[in-house]
């Protein structure tokens, strides 16, 4: 594309009150000899606008720098087809941040501007990823529960076909087992519909159901998924766009609690699982001898928010206690009984059932640490009742329910993350220290990745997420999680996360289509070209990508699946031959960036910081410390990052050859609850990190000069002392000795 470059400089928003914007304006057209640079009072006004569409129709103006509002703002009005755009924030992050008309904040808008020239100098006009395949809008629903059943009901009422695979031989799940359900409005219990479901499924025309099967093969990536489904010894292959995991969950093996619980002492001590398979009949009766239950007792948490067993809290288990207490009540009204818990959690409504329990008489006993004794054919409760301070005993009881917690699908399996680790740990030629998340070999979805053949998970085996900006997701692009296996959640909250994980699904296939990117990088036209000629076969960047996005010949050359991309950029950091990048995105364009700044001679006293910040979290940071006119150090230079996972280390060495002072590194919090958008990206640059000094070292400098932080968006106000601190650090260490070079 042959570029024709323009300026726009904007003087609204205080920024003509803190710049001298003529004077900006001749970075562009004396130093830069670029042929169209224009002021405006408001750029963003129809007027503005209207100025720089004319260029762009008049004068063939197409790569475009607006000194403006930061990018994070105003992005409809300045978006331009077909044009290269950078939008140089001269508001949130100088004249807003700044002291107005000092040299030091002109300088600092001056090298932001430079900075942004080189950067749209150095982009090209990303062109949509076109799969040779054709796009396919089917969606794979695995699971056949309530979850699986909705996200298919859902999927094929907005118009979109379903192949729906149910290991079992019928549709429905857990569900299936259960008679009654508490659900909203939780005035009472009530029958279950899930029949309605199953039915309302198989009538769908653009629903194909496969029972008594299972995923054999996924291969490829959204749109071009292909799909091996083995069903009585046959296979069917479906073309796939998108697919939502719906596999479930199991119950807590009650085998591995505590022997004080007293699971497996008596016939009669159940789970509140086989309750539920136990009272399919007209009533609930004890295992032992089918004797109507007259006498029961419910211990809640058994195994739960235990770090010995079950850590968390399967937020179910209390509600479904209630349900079946009641049920029993229903059956007989003067039966005994009660429920030891620790803590009633019935959130929301649910706390309506939690009262109706008391009104029919369920007796509710505090208590931390019950204990079960079956003793010549009887069954009795020991529990400490801490509202009364005394010890209780529940004697002659027919029955005990264990409330057993819910295990997601995907924990089940050997985990093979440590194989997958020692195959690189064998043919790596450095040290790959990528994270290690639990990748099990579970059966369910069988992908061909490299990076293993299901979705990785966290320490408590649910398909890890990034819970806060973007539920349903999964660490594979294009496969989003619903229902128990996703989290342990209740029918109502199930049914709307199918609901949810579907709309995500229809999302990536429709973005997908028109070579865009999904969240959280949605709309973007960019994927990494990969150079092979120079590619070493290192497999640094098939085993960093934190999606699993490049599989992996028999020699060890990378495989990009540009559809599974979420253009994150952390391959391209860590390729050490650099031979990544993006039409709008390289390491050179950094390179470039930080080579435009000015650096003042070392009499001049002005020290430069290049500030590499995530452009997730970081970077906003910076624009709400502006928006709250917070005063920050004028020496820095601040570059966003689509992740701090693709720093690559050449820039910290560009940085510091040139005479730049410092480089601080503004990334988001990693470990397991990271709140990176690309998962491990902040992680692997911190990793990457702690092996700079050996660049320090070879440029006889000091590692104070380089710095990582963790910074989320709600910090801006801690970011002026943070860089007022590492500035103050810098003048202690003093001039980087490359000044002038
Ligand atoms: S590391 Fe990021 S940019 Fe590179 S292939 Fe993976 S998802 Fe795409
Ligand atoms: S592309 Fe780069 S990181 Fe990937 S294998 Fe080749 S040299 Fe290594």
């Known amino acids: 594309m042959g570029k024709k470059i323009a300026v726009y400089v904007c003087g609204g928003c205080g920024i003509g009150d803190a710049l001298d914007i003529e004077q900006l304006s001749k970075v562009a057209t004396d130093e830069k000899k670029v042929p169209i640079c224009k002021t405006h009072a408001n750029l963003c006004s129809q007027e503005g606008a209207g100025m720089i569409k004319d260029d762009i129709a008049k004068e063939g103006a197409n790569a475009l720098v607006i000194a403006a509002c930061s990018h994070r703002v105003m992005y409809d009005v300045f978006n331009f087809e077909n044009c290269i755009v950078d939008r140089v924030n001269i508001r949130e992050q100088v004249a807003w941040s700044q002291k107005p008309g000092e040299e030091d904040t002109q300088m600092m808008a001056e090298d932001y501007l430079r900075m942004g020239l080189a950067k749209v100098e150095a982009m090209q006009l990303p062109e949509p990823y076109k799969p040779e395949q054709e796009i396919s809008r089917d969606i794979l629903v695995v699971g056949g529960g309530l979850a699986g059943m909705t996200s298919a009901l859902e999927a094929s009422k907005a118009g979109y076909s379903v192949v729906l695979v149910e290991k079992e031989a019928q549709l429905g799940g857990f569900q299936k087992k259960v008679k009654e359900i508490a659900t909203m409005p939780y005035k009472g219990i009530k029958h279950n519909t899930i029949e309605d479901l199953i039915k309302a499924v198989q009538e769908r025309e653009n629903i194909k159901v496969y029972t008594g099967a299972a995923v054999e093969k996924t291969v490829g990536g959204p749109g071009v998924f292909e799909v091996s489904i083995k069903q009585n010894g046959t296979a069917a292959q479906h073309r796939i766009g998108a697919v939502v995991l719906a596999a479930g969950w199991r119950p807590y093996d009650p085998n591995k609690l505590d022997k004080k619980l007293g699971f497996g002492a008596s016939p009669n001590v159940i789970t509140n699982a086989m309750f539920e398979e136990n009272s399919q009949g007209e009533s609930i009766t004890r295992p032992s001898d089918g004797k109507a239950v007259a006498k029961a007792a419910f211990l809640q948490c058994a195994g739960s928010r235990d770090p010995k ?30 429920v030891v818990y620790k803590e009633m959690r019935t959130p929301g409504q649910a706390e309506d059932l939690y009262r109706k329990a008391q009104e029919v008489g369920v007796t509710f006993i505090r208590c931390q640490s019950p204990e079960v004794k079956a003793e010549g054919g009887q069954l009795t409760v020991e529990a400490e009742d801490e509202l009364l301070g005394e010890k209780v005993l529940l004697e002659d009881l027919d029955l005990v329910v264990l409330a057993t917690g819910m295990v997601p699908a995907t924990a089940f399996g050997k985990d093979i993350s440590k194989e997958l680790k020692a195959e690189d740990e064998e043919k790596k030629e450095e040290e790959l220290e990528v994270p290690l998340d639990i990748i099990r070999r579970s059966n369910i979805l069988n992908l061909e990745y490299r990076q293993g053949p299901e979705v990785p998970a966290l320490k408590y085996d649910f398909p890890d997420s990034h819970f806060v900006c973007f539920p349903y997701e999964t660490r594979r692009t294009g496969i989003y999680a619903a229902g128990c296996v ?44 990969f150079a092979m000629q120079r590619c070493t076969q290192c497999k640094r960047c098939t085993v960093e990508c934190p999606f699993g996005a490049i599989n992996e010949d028999e020699k060890a050359n990378p495989l990009p699946q540009a559809t599974r991309c979420r253009r994150c950029g952390v391959c391209m950091g860590a390729c ?166």
């Open 309 to 338: 067993y079950l850590p968390y809290c399967s937020t179910v288990c209390c509600t479904t206690a209630l349900k079946q207490a009641l049920r029993i009540k229903e059956q007989n009204e003067d039966a005994d009984v009660f």
């Open 486 to 529: 996703h989290r342990p959640m209740g029918i109502g909250s199930t049914t709307e996360d199918a609901a949810g994980a579907v709309m995500k699904a229809i999302q990536c296939i429709e973005l997908t289509s028109r070579g865009a990117a999904v969240h959280p990088r949605a709309g973007d036209m960019s994927f990494p070209e």
């Open 576 to 741: 050490p031959e650099r031979i990544i990048s993006f039409k709008n995105y390289s390491v050179a364009m950094i390179g470039s960036m930080i080579k435009a700044i000015h650096v003042p001679e070392e009499d001049e006293e002005k020290p430069r910081i290049v500030v590499l910040a995530c452009e997730n979290d970081a970077y906003p940071a910076l624009d709400m410390a502006g928006l709250h006119r917070m005063t920050y150090n004028p020496w820095v230079r601040v570059i966003p990052l689509r992740c701090l996972g693709s720093i690559n280390l050449v820039w910290i060495a560009d940085s510091l050859s040139k005479g730049i002072d410092g480089v601080l590194l503004l990334g988001c919090q990693h470990g397991d609850d990271y709140q990176c958008h690309f998962i491990q990206g902040s992680e692997l640059a911190s990793i990457r990190l702690s092996k700079v000094s050996e660049t320090l070292n070879r440029l006889a400098l000091e590692s104070d000069r380089v710095r990582y932080e963790n910074i989320s968006i709600i910090d801006f106000t801690k970011l002026p002392a943070l860089l007022d601190e590492f500035a103050a650090r810098l003048e202690e260490v003093g001039p980087n000795p490359f000044k002038g070079w």
